[in-house]
């Protein structure tokens, strides 16, 4: 693949009085044409620094990043303009035009001093509003959009630029969940399809990891590691950078889950591969009851036992005997929880007067 924008001994950050402040150094790293390429970290890490210092919005404190082999500075305004084309998070400020008027705008490089549309130009415009899926809104003004209809409309945007190169800040930030992963889809697509180079920063982790040809991590103390997702999932780079109390990292899966504590035992019997079986020992485990498949290495008493039935229902035993059948997980939990405390509290109290002195 082609390397379109390569990074050489990089330092980003910002001049303060005095001198300057340095937020990531000593960056190697290069995208390809024909990849989609997530940028994950922390909070701070300098994600939006860096790529506002790749698009040329701010300059670098050291070394320097080249565009198709030659360094960015080089470049004029207009030149750059078509090979680059930048969604920030901050769109407020464009107001008192339609959504296919600030479509338009991405057309500036190639429409000349008085920026008129040819029709090329608007058949551009009008499927790219049809890629984002924002055609009906092409007529509302900016300021009646919400957050996300703003987003998509600057995505739409930077894609009728029909750059080589589109660098994204956190592009999917204001969508509902269907249009994260319908965005990151249609980048995707665009980068395969086009030989485009996609390089977005982005806190939706596991998407990333399973929609992204190449993962970024950058950290202020670990520095920048980059690779296949799941080369960084094998060698536990995404662990080391975002593993945390409370976390566990599923390799195979890609994929965080919450590590639930549990305070007591209960055997749940059934065919642990169904779904009814997995969705009620999640249940379980959140309400900090731990299910366990045998008595084996099972703490405290098995008075009360769950079977999943396979057929939909779920049943509650108390010293064997069946005392409630249910067909929701959460009539479930409404009764076992007080169940397991009569039980114990029976238990203690029977030790008890079996044994008065200990």
């Not at 479509?103 to 009008?126: I, N």
């Not at 094998?234 to 899966?253: H, N, P, Q, T």
């Not at 009539?331 to 169940?339: A, E, Q, R």
Request: hydrophobic fraction near 40%; aromatic fraction near 6%.
């Amino acid at each position: 693949m082609n390397v379109s924008i390569e990074l050489k001994g990089l330092s980003t950050g910002y001049k303060v009085k005095g001198g300057r402040k340095v937020i990531a150094s000593d960056l190697n790293a290069s995208l390809s044409s024909g990849e989609m390429t997530c940028l994950l970290g922390p909070n701070g890490a300098g994600k939006s620094t860096l790529l506002r210092t790749l698009a040329a919005f701010q300059p670098a404190l050291d070394g320097k990043v080249e565009v198709s082999g030659r360094d960015i500075r080089m470049y004029k305004n207009q030149d750059l303009a078509r090979l680059v084309s930048v969604v920030l998070t901050d769109n407020s400020g464009i107001k008192n035009m339609t959504a296919e008027e600030v479509v338009a705008m991405g057309r500036s490089p190639y429409t000349g001093f008085w920026g008129r549309l040819k029709e090329k130009d608007r058949q551009v415009v009008r499927k790219c509003l049809g890629w984002v899926g924002i055609e009906d809104l092409a007529a509302r003004r900016m300021q009646t959009l919400s957050d996300g209809e703003r987003q998509k409309v600057m995505i739409a945007k930077a894609i009728a630029q029909e750059t080589p190169i589109i660098l994204l800040d956190e592009p999917t930030a204001y969508l509902d969940y269907p249009s994260k992963i319908a965005m990151m889809l249609l980048l995707h697509r665009l980068a395969k399809a086009m030989k485009k180079t996609v390089f977005m920063s982005t806190h939706d982790l596991e998407h990333a990891l399973q929609v992204a040809d190449q993962v970024w991590l950058l950290d202020r103390e670990l520095g920048l590691t980059t690779g296949l997702p799941e080369d960084l999932s094998r060698d536990g780079s995404v662990e080391r950078y975002f593993a945390k109390e409370g976390l566990l990292f599923d390799r195979e899966r890609c994929a965080f889950s919450i590590e639930h504590e549990t305070a007591r035992d209960v055997l749940v019997e059934g065919d642990a591969e169904s779904l009814d079986y997995r969705l009620c020992c999640k249940a379980l485990v959140r309400n900090a009851i731990r299910p366990v498949t045998t008595m084996e290495g099972m703490q405290g008493s098995v008075d009360v036992r769950i079977r999943v039935s396979g057929d939909g229902t779920f049943r509650l035993l108390e010293k064997g005997k069946e005392t409630i059948k249910v067909e929701k997980i959460e009539h479930l939990l409404h009764t076992i929880v007080p169940t397991i405390t009569k039980c114990q509290i029976t238990a203690i109290r029977e030790a008890a007067e079996m044994n008065p002195y200990e």
